[in-house]
């Protein structure tokens, strides 16, 4: 059982990661009650909000996985194990880093669980600073995820706002070319060139060609390896 640290044997840890807007959870799913709180209690001491869940299914009923954070999760539970819960989370498409806990004799499941995605296993009793560091790396992968999926869902709302015809202007603005080119692979003038291409980037509300090819790369609509501008 890992033992109840105070604040002064904690290491010397910078402030828990979070966005403007949303502040990370840390999510301990582990049968084993006392281990449970004295975890949480450790992990709330180092400054990370956390919930405390009893068993895998608890989690999956209660939990909402659009929040970033983590999970801290024991292998061995009766009713879905770890392992299973972890594979459930994946086949959700949940995007939560997970770190396992596990026994001495559960290292080959761990590093199996490794390979399907966790970021970190660490074997029980884990030591409460290596725990500390692998929560805060955990954390700070799944809001660099968030704030990822966060401007990709921004993008795709600015370029909702385009009619067909400035769409493919855009896309043509995202080549590098220029009004009279675009003009001519269209088979239109370049004042409706310039039409479009003024109403698309304040639509998409952007400055130069390079904005735009990043908004559309953003938003799904342009490979990343397609040309680039000039």
Known sequence: MMDPVSNSSLPPTPSVPKTSEVVPLVRLVDDDEAHLQSTAFLLRMSGFEVLAY?????FLELDDPLRPGCVVLDLCMPGMNGSELHEALVDKG?????????????VPTAMRAVKRGAVDFLVK???????IEAV???????????????????????VARLTVKE???????????????IADR???????????????TRKLECRSAVAV?????RAGVLEADAARPR
């Open 54 to 58: 009893s068993s895998s299914e608890s």
């Open 94 to 106: 949940a995007h939560l880093p997970v770190i396992f806990l596990s026994g001495h004799g559960d």
């Open 125 to 131: 009793p884990a030591d409460p600073r290596e725990l």
């Open 136 to 158: 805060r790396g955990a954390v700070e992968r799944s809001l660099e995820a968030h704030v990822a999926r966060q401007a990709d869902g921004e993008a795709r709302e600015l």
């Open 167 to 181: 769409a493919a202007v855009a896309a043509l603005v995202a080549e590098g070319l220029l009004n009279k080119q």
């Open 186 to 200: 269209l088979g239109v003038t370049v004042a409706t060139v310039k039409m479009h291409r003024g109403n698309l």
């Open 213 to 217: 090819r990043d908004v559309l790369v």
